[in-house]
């Protein structure tokens, strides 16, 4: 079973949430990148963004690393919350957090977590805007060699 500390949902994501996940006494510094909706992307103007995830192994690839990043960097623990559906411009489509008894190790959590999520995680979006909708970065998607995404 993966770590509650990562998760993809419909629901709206809370900072406080991913605030709670890592917080602990021996922790100095708390890290936060939220991954927000905007309203253009390589010069179209984006009205919406939906995002699909192969759920499971999403959740499984997201927990794999988690255990990277707390086994690389010592003393730090990390979370991420990634949303998926409809969302509007500026709504968070990703948390994540992590904290470290010194600031340095948490800043430098907190960007593995999200570096290695955009690269490895099966999770797409799907842009919409005034010529309609289209897939972003469909190309670079990892499935499973027998996983036919529809």
């Known amino acids: 079973m993966s770590d509650p500390r990562v998760d993809v949902r419909q629901d709206p994501l809370s900072v406080d949430e991913a605030i709670a996940r890592v917080a602990r006494p021996g922790a100095g510094g708390i890290a936060l990148f939220l991954g927000v909706v905007r309203e253009t992307n390589d ?3 984006v009205t919406k963004l939906e995002y699909e995830a192969y759920g ?3 959740i499984v690839e997201m927990d794999k690393i988690r255990v990277e990043i707390e086994s690389e960097i010592a ?3 990390v979370a991420a919350l990634h949303r998926v559906g409809a969302l509007a411009v500026g709504e968070i489509a990703v ?5 470290a008894p010194h600031r340095d190790e948490a800043f430098r959590a ?3 977590m999200i570096d290695r999520l955009k690269e490895r995680v099966p999770i797409w979006k ?3 805007g005034p010529d309609g909708p289209y897939w972003v970065g469909w190309e ?3 499935c499973p060699p027998d996983h036919h995404h529809g």
């Open 43 to 45: 010069g179209h103007d």
């Open 56 to 58: 499971s192994m999403a």
């Open 75 to 77: 003393g730090c623990r």
């Open 140 to 142: 670079d998607a990892r």
């Open 126 to 128: 799907r842009e919409h």
């Open 110 to 112: 907190c960007r593995l």
């Open 95 to 99: 948390v994540c957090a992590a904290s």
